[in-house]
């Protein structure tokens, strides 16, 4: 099968490839990105080499770090992100499951203190047989990965 | 030993180290011992109790006063500027700053994790939400110490209520520190959340999930009774397991000389009166012993030495 480019090359900015089929939506709306106010492209269900098919996000003048990327990895631990620089790629983060997540999901529990007050959420992350857990550093209740994600 | 919890956020059980726990139930017998009256001497203690309580916020006081301390603080919630809209945050910077440590029970979990982030002087959790009221397992821990001259290798069953209640959480996790083996007897729909079995099979402590009270009776050191609470259940549901952890005091006849009931109170009827007659009932003991255990964690937050 020949393998067509269907997506724009970016001059700046974050490619995150290798996205299962599906995820693409669902890490838009998870991580903000559309929300940066730059252009974002998504291709989804794209050809690829090593995966059938696949979900793609490249997001233009915005370089996500090593903390962003890692909190990838909760959903998508197979993806690439790669940071581009007049359309090279400087940097290729290899994800790794982070200990802790700050600020990105809502605790799922009503009455978490957390969502009254003047702090950012805060989970410790612990993988649990095929399962990934998060502990609110607050309430200290024990979420599946899939709870957390739900509720934001 | 070294007083590690001088100067101390006291927030989850999960947070201490076995030194830490043993040093306040050591403490605690030395000052149920030898009382004292010094030292709290000179230290103003803000008790700040967001919603209702009687033991806890009554023994917490009782320590204060009774080791030489002055106490500022409010009963209930609905008096306080919390009730303009105040966050906590904000209330805990400024009452951190009138006093020397803050006593404190709210009603949502986490609010005691949260104060320490903003407080200037030591939290003390006096229960947050279902989540953690670290003190009530501080004074079990002392009654069983008291009771079975160990902490160690012992056997404890926990009965009833194992899913909402927090103090059986809270126990279980500090008695995993101490290779302590346990009987989990509720109905299903109470039964111990998965993430604290999960947590002592991962430390490799035992336990075993069983349904009826009296098979466990001869087994156990320790028998942890909780309420069961009727809004819980529909009638008929209610009617059918009640029967089932209810204690009595002829299901006692095998019971270990050394076994001993404890429960965090208030019992309505998941322990007969007859019970309070035989030598293995200790509640109203533990419920005493609620004074030293807090006098000692006072004690070692607020001073160097002990």
Known sequence: ?152 | MTNTLYRKHIISIPDFTRQELELVVETAGRLKREPRNDLLQGKLIASCFFEPSTRTRLSFETAVQRLGGNIIGFADGGNTSAKKGETLADSLKIIGDYSDAVVMRHPKEGAARLASEFSPVPIINGGDGSNQHPTQTLLDLFSIYETQGTLENLTVAFVGDLKYGRTVHSLTQALSLFNANFYFVAPEALAMPDYICEELDEKGIKYTLVSSLEEVIPEIDVLYMTRVQRERFDEAEFKKIQGQFILKADMLKHARENMKILHPLPRVDEIAVDVDATPHAYYFQQAKNGVYARQALLSLVLNETV
């Open chain 1, 1 to 152: 099968m020949q393998y067509t480019r269907t997506v724009e090359a970016l001059k700046e900015g974050t490619v995150i490839d290798h996205l299962p089929a599906g995820q693409g939506l669902k890490i838009l709306r998870l991580f903000r990105l559309a929300d940066t106010g730059e252009r974002v492209t998504v291709g989804l269900n794209l050809i690829s080499r090593h995966m059938g098919n696949k979900d793609i996000i490249k997001v233009e003048n915005v370089a996500l770090t090593a903390e962003q990327a890692n909190e990838l990895a909760l959903f998508a631990p197979q993806a690439t992100v790669n940071v581009i620089e007049n359309f090279d790629v400087v940097r290729k983060h290899k994800l790794v499951l982070p200990e802790t997540i700050e600020g990105i999901f809502a605790c799922p529990n009503s009455n978490c203190i957390s969502h009254n007050e003047p702090v950012s959420s805060f989970f410790y992350v612990k993988e649990h047989k095929n399962d990934t857990k998060m502990r609110c550093k607050y309430c200290e209740k024990v979420f599946s990965k899939d709870i957390v994600a739900e509720v934001r």
